[in-house]
């Protein structure tokens, strides 16, 4: 898509330590009285959504932080007062974006930004292979990881997603770093996407079996 044909729009924004995936639920209390101002105004507007972008480097609480220049929209589906002053959160992750420009806090971060889906891909068979070892590869590691005596909630079924869905789907799910998993988000379209995340759980697929292989002093 040209980037000039993606129009510009205003988002409230939400840093976080980790990035947020498209299809992802995302469970927040918020108690900051700027943020609680973000929630009050996005249940008024048109579209109850807010943009979630990583912090790169250092924190979003005093100021200097480093954000990530692509997030993805979160669409809030449930508002709970936990008590006074205290929301429990529930957004589920929707588009992808790039920021434009930060502005001026309002009293929350803001900022200019437009979407950017993903890369339109042929479905053939380099991309059925590409999802199909995806998603043995998770498999393989969550079966690790509860071997390791990690409690692993069972994988829900991804039969019915797309190739765009499923290449969000599986970062979600996999046990990856917040960087690996920016790094994913970047991915121009779902196949470049599942070729790298074939890189990184595989070397988390690695340090399972080392860690199988040579318990520590608590196994």
């Known amino acids: 898509m040209n980037e000039d044909s993606r ?3 205003t988002l409230p924004m939400f840093p976080l330590g980790g990035p947020l995936m498209p299809g ?7 108690f900051e009285p ?3 101002e973000m929630i ?7 579209v109850p959504e807010f ?3 990583m912090i790169e480097r250092g924190s979003e609480v005093g100021g200097g932080d480093v954000r990530s220049t692509v997030g993805v929209t979160a669409r809030i589906v449930d508002v709970k007062t936990i008590v006074e002053g205290r ?3 529930l957004a589920v992750g929707e588009r992808r974006f790039e920021v434009v420009r930060w502005l001026e806090d309002d009293p929350h971060p ?3 930004v437009r979407d950017w889906p993903d890369a339109n891909e042929d479905s053939d068979g380099d991309l059925t292979a590409l999802r ?3 998603l043995m590869a998770l498999d393989r590691v969550l079966a690790l990881t509860a071997e390791l005596g990690v409690q692993v909630p069972e994988r829900p079924s991804l039969d019915e997603l797309d190739e765009v869905e499923v290449s969000y789907a599986v970062v979600t799910l996999a046990p990856l770093g917040a960087s690996d998993r920016q790094r994913l988000l970047r991915a121009s379209g779902p196949r470049h996407r599942l070729r790298l995340f074939a890189e990184a759980i595989s070397e988390v697929e690695d340090s399972l079996r080392f860690r199988l292989l040579n318990p520590g002093p608590d196994r």
């Open 7 to 9: 129009s510009t729009y």
């Open 24 to 30: 992802a639920l995302l469970p927040l209390q918020v």
């Open 34 to 36: 700027r943020y609680l």
């Open 40 to 46: 009050d105004r996005c249940l008024v507007s048109r």
């Open 51 to 53: 943009g979630v972008v």
């Open 87 to 89: 929301l429990a959160v």
């Open 110 to 112: 803001i900022a200019d």
């Open 132 to 134: 199909v070892d995806a």
